[in-house]
């Protein structure tokens, strides 16, 4: 069996559309058997049809099957046809009384018929006929004048079963403009038969999104083009002519529009430069910062590190000059390396 169900708000142009089954397909009617066991049942017995004769006649009523027996039910036997003698002449005013007496009389029953079906069980049918109708004082016929028994044609063939099988999906449809959706479906192809498999649950409908949601192009008012000019009012003197144009309604984008399109993307450009100036500022100030950091540490390093000049008493010149001179030709010499 099946459910479907629709798009209850369908989505604008920054909503997410829907997606999953839109249509679902279940099994049902698991473990009853396709043809139970069931009892025949009789009808009512009939009425009873009007008398043969206004003395001394019969009369007859039938009945039917109202339900076949299947399976390993009961099936009906019993008559179908009844007949009791009506109208007696003993009980009838106006009938002449007859002396004589003559008992009603059945024929023999007929062979019963061939089964109906060709496997399994039936029911098969007889009957008879009243060859000597009851007269006078003769005793009337009563009993059955058809029956029914059940028959049975032998075992049925084994027929395999059939198992249920899905169509293959058709092809995507058209998207809808305004929803975003395409749909697909498919069918039951074969249905499953005698005890075969049925068909899994699954969708017999799909939905899915569309690449792009195209409802209705804008549309804009505009002025249409210039007829041409009409004819002059006056053949001389002071005269006038005139033309007109009409507002239409068009997908084209008016030329307003379109320059405050390209001054929307300048600015945005404009911004995008300036921001990434801005970041190359920033950049270069954090660099020189660090820079400056460096060597400032550097010469804070320097200084620390820096001998000083002992004082030399009762020394020479020369050596004073040596003592003092070397040691500042490296420091010169180191310094100039660090920088």
């Known amino acids: 069996m099946f459910r479907h169900r629709n798009v209850a708000q369908r989505a604008n142009e920054c909503g997410v559309p829907v997606s999953g089954l839109q249509q679902d397909v279940k099994k049902c009617s698991i473990g009853i058997p396709c043809h139970p066991d069931v009892d025949c049942q009789w009808r009512d017995w009939g009425p009873w049809h009007g008398c043969s004769a206004s003395c001394d006649g019969t009369k007859r009523r039938t009945r039917e099957i109202g339900v076949q027996g299947h399976g390993k039910g009961k099936f009906c036997v019993g008559p179908a046809e009844e007949v009791v003698t009506c109208n007696p002449s003993s009980e009838v005013p106006g009938c002449v009384e007859i002396k004589i007496k003559v008992d009603c009389e059945l024929g023999e ?40 028994i059940p028959c049975d044609a032998g075992p049925c063939p084994v027929v395999p079963g059939t198992d249920c099988e899905w169509c293959p999906w058709n092809d995507w449809g058209d998207c809808t403009k305004c929803a975003g959706q ?43 083009l210039w007829e041409e000019w009409g004819p002059c009012t006056a053949t001389c003197g002071s005269a ?100």
């Open 109 to 148: 029953w007929t062979d019963w018929g061939g089964c109906p079906v060709t496997c399994g069980k039936g029911q098969i049918k007889r009957g008879r006929s009243i060859v000597t109708p009851a007269e006078g004082l003769g005793k009337p016929c009563v009993g059955a004048l058809s029956e029914l």
């Open 182 to 224: 395409s749909f697909r479906t498919r069918a039951i192809c074969k249905y499953n038969k005698n005890g075969g498999k049925p068909c899994d649950p699954g969708a017999a409908r799909e939905t899915r999104a569309c690449p792009e949601r195209v409802c209705h192009k804008p549309k804009y008012c505009n002025w249409g």
């Open 240 to 339: 006038k002519k005139t033309r007109k144009r009409e507002l239409m309604l068009t997908t084209d984008v008016p030329l307003v529009d379109q320059l405050a399109q390209k001054n929307d993307e300048l600015q945005q450009r404009i911004e995008g430069e300036m921001n990434q100036r801005m970041q190359h500022l920033v950049i270069a100030f954090s660099a020189g910062a660090a820079s400056l950091v460096v060597v400032l540490s550097v010469l804070r390093a320097f200084q620390t590190f820096r001998a000083p000049v002992p004082e030399v008493t009762g020394s020479s010149a020369a050596s004073r000059q040596e003592q003092s001179t070397t040691p500042d030709m490296y420091r010169s010499i180191e310094l100039e390396a660090v920088e």
